[in-house]
Each structure stands twice: as C-alpha cells, then as structure tokens.
C-alpha cells in the first residue's frame, strides 16, 4: 500500500512505481456472482444455484425438491472422493487455494496468494472454504482464511458470526491433511 496514493476527493487511484498494480482476484469473483444473484432475485427467480467456476458458489433458495443444494469440497489436488459435502440454502460458499495457479522451484511449490505479512507466498495452509450469506464476502474471507490458517477460524467466528469456515492444511510434519473447520 506504500506505493499507491488515493485521492478519496476525486475519486482517484495512482501508484509512485511503474509495475504496481492492484489485483482484485480476491473478491472479483464473489462480486460478479453477487450482482448475478441480485438480477435473479430481481427477475423473482426463487431457486437456483449459482456456480463462478473453481471457486465460489451461491444457492437461492432450496432445489425444487425442497432439499439443499448440495456441494462438493474436494481434497487438495484431488477429485475423488470429497472431503466435505455441504448443504447450501439462500448462502454462498467460496473456496481459496494454494494449488492451481503454483509453480514449483526445486521441492516447494508457490501458490498465487501472496502472505501480505511477509511477501511470500502462502505456506500454511493448502485451501480454505467460507459459508455464508454474501459471495463477495465469501470470496474475500476465504482467501484471508487461507492466509491466517487455523488461527484464522476464531476470528471468523468473532467477527464474522454469519460465516462459517474450513481449513486444510497438512500435519506439522508435512505428512498426511488436517482439516480443522466450523462448517454449518
């Protein structure tokens, strides 16, 4: 933030350094679902379920059935079985991770979301889910709970009473998953 300088009085964004950009990846998913959702409420759409690709999701309503929509939340760099299914009803889910967009250098992969505590990138945990009622909030909180890690629960919890969320991350010996989570 050191290299941007907002102008609130006209409404302006600049940076002091070629090559500074501002990426909003991080909730521009969950806003794009939540204008959609908006316009099928709007139109008195009651049931549907809305899917912005790998990462975040949005239920109006239950399925014509009654039943909550059904998700699935896959393991870290598999497809079968999931590890998690959860129900969602008139609520959001949206899943941050470190793999997909990674490279590897020598034995450590680097995922694309970056610690902004300490500029690399993120170490702990391998993904992280967030329920709740807004999939821009969603979005947003899940890439920050994939950040903090486990810690990062309670203070979902504390600050954010509506969302609920999952962390996976791997033994502290690098061996086999943790999932620690307060999904509901």
């Avoid at 590897?104 to 505590?117: A, K």
Wanted: proline residues 6%.
């Amino acid at each position: 933030m050191e290299r941007i300088r907002l102008d609130e009085g006209n409404f302006t964004v600049q940076f002091d350094k070629g090559g500074v950009e501002i990426d909003l990846g991080g909730v521009g998913k969950g806003y794009a679902v939540e204008r959609a959702v908006g316009v099928l409420r709007d139109s008195g759409i009651t049931s549907a379920l809305l899917h912005g690709g790998t990462s975040t999701i949005c239920a109006i309503g239950t399925q014509p059935d009654g039943a909550p929509w059904k998700v699935a939340i896959r393991k870290p760099g598999d497809q079968e079985p999931p590890m998690e299914v959860v129900g969602l009803c008139d609520n959001c889910l949206s899943v941050s991770a470190a793999h997909g967009k990674s490279f590897t250098d020598g034995n450590r992969e680097f995922g694309h979301v970056i610690d902004p505590r300490t500029g690399q990138s993120v170490q702990g945990a391998l993904m992280a889910a967030v329920i709740g009622p807004s999939p821009t909030e969603c979005d947003a909180l899940s890439t920050a709970l994939l950040v903090l890690g486990e810690p990062g629960l309670r203070m979902l919890a504390e600050r954010f009473p509506g969302c609920s969320g999952l962390v996976i991350a791997r033994t502290p010996k690098g061996g086999n998953l943790h999932k620690t989570d307060d999904l509901r």
